[in-house]
C-alpha cells in the first residue's frame, strides 16, 4: 500500500452482514501483506497476515485474499459486530531497504457497523 | 509477549520547545524500530527506520534535524520533536520488530502531541 494522505474511505454494515474491505498495493515485489486493525486513538492492532505464494488465508471470522495479478488484497470480515467499527489498513513490506523490509501501510478504511 | 510502550501517551507543549517520546520493547529485542506520523482521518506515514548503534535513515521529505531519533539500547528509541510548531501536532507511533526475525511489527499505542 501507497499512503497518499488521502482522507479515509468508509464502510457502513448492518450488524451480522459480512464485510469487505478493499486494498490496493503498487510495488510489484512485496510478498509479504498484513491487515491492522486501528481503534480510535490506539496504535494498530494485527489482524491477518499472508504471503505472496498464497491466494488466501483464513483467521476466526477474518479472511484475506491475494491476487498478485492486479495487485490487490482484500479482508473479508463474517458476521460483522459492532466491536469490528474501527479504521482497517493494509499495509505491505518492501524489501531491499534493510534487514527484515520496511512497512508501508495503505489509505484505510473506516468500518462503521450498525446495530 | 512482544509489547510495545510508548510514553508518554498525550503530551502539550508550548511552540518552540521540544518533546521527547519513548518506543520501549518490554519483553523482547529490537535491533531495528519504526516511527510513523498519523494526521486525523489519515494513513500511517513512515518518518524513519531507527537502528540500534546506528544513525536513523529517515523517509524522503522528514527533516532529520527537526525530528531526532536515537536507538542507544536494544530495548528503546526515542524520538526528540525539535522546536516544535503547531503543524508537527499529530498522533506519533512506533513499531519494533524482535531482533533476528523479518516481516511482523508490533506496535506501540502511539503517543498524541498537541502543540499550542
Known amino acids: 500500500g501507497e499512503s497518499v494522505g488521502l482522507h479515509l474511505p468508509t464502510l457502513s454494515v448492518q450488524e451480522g452482514d459480512n464485510s469487505i474491505i478493499n486494498c490496493a498495493y503498487s510495488?510489484?515485489?512485496?510478498?509479504?501483506f498484513i491487515w491492522y486493525k486501528q481503534e480510535s486513538g490506539k496504535g494498530p492492532q494485527f489482524i491477518i497476515d499472508?504471503?505472496?505464494?498464497?491466494d488466501k488465508r483464513q483467521g476466526q471470522r477474518v479472511t484475506v485474499l491475494l491476487n498478485k495479478t492486479v495487485k490487490h488484497l482484500s479482508l473479508q470480515i463474517a458476521a460483522t459486530q459492532p466491536g469490528d467499527s474501527a479504521v482497517y489498513f493494509c499495509?505491505?513490506?518492501?524489501?531491499?531497504?534493510?534487514?527484515?523490509?520496511?512497512?508501508?501501510f495503505g489509505q484505510g478504511t473506516e468500518l462503521s457497523v450498525k446495530p | 509477549g512482544a509489547v510495545v510502550s510508548q510514553h508518554p501517551s498525550w503530551v502539550i507543549c508550548k511552540s518552540g520547545t521540544s518533546v521527547k517520546i519513548e518506543c520501549r520493547s518490554l519483553?523482547?529485542?529490537?535491533?531495528?524500530m519504526f516511527w510513523y506520523r498519523q494526521f486525523p482521518k489519515q494513513s500511517l506515514m513512515l518518518m524513519a527506520t531507527?537502528?540500534?548503534?546506528?544513525?536513523?535513515?529517515?523517509e524522503q521529505g522528514v527533516e532529520k534535524d527537526k525530528f531526532l531519533i536515537n536507538h542507544a539500547s536494544l530495548t528503546l528509541s526515542t524520538l526528540t520533536v525539535t522546536s516544535a510548531h503547531p503543524e508537527d501536532s499529530s498522533f506519533y507511533i512506533c513499531?519494533?520488530?524482535?531482533?533476528?526475525?523479518?516481516?511482523?511489527?508490533?506496535f506501540g499505542e502511539g503517543s498524541r502531541l498537541t502543540v499550542l
Open positions: 513499531s519494533a520488530r524482535k531482533t533476528g526475525t523479518s516481516g511482523e511489527l508490533f
Open positions: 510495488n510489484s515485489a512485496s510478498d509479504y
Open positions: 499472508i504471503r505472496s505464494n498464497m
Open positions: 499495509a505491505d513490506l518492501l524489501w531491499g531497504y534493510n534487514q527484515g523490509g520496511k512497512l508501508i
Open positions: 519483553d523482547f529485542q529490537a535491533t531495528t
Open positions: 531507527s537502528n540500534e548503534g546506528s544513525k536513523a535513515t529517515y
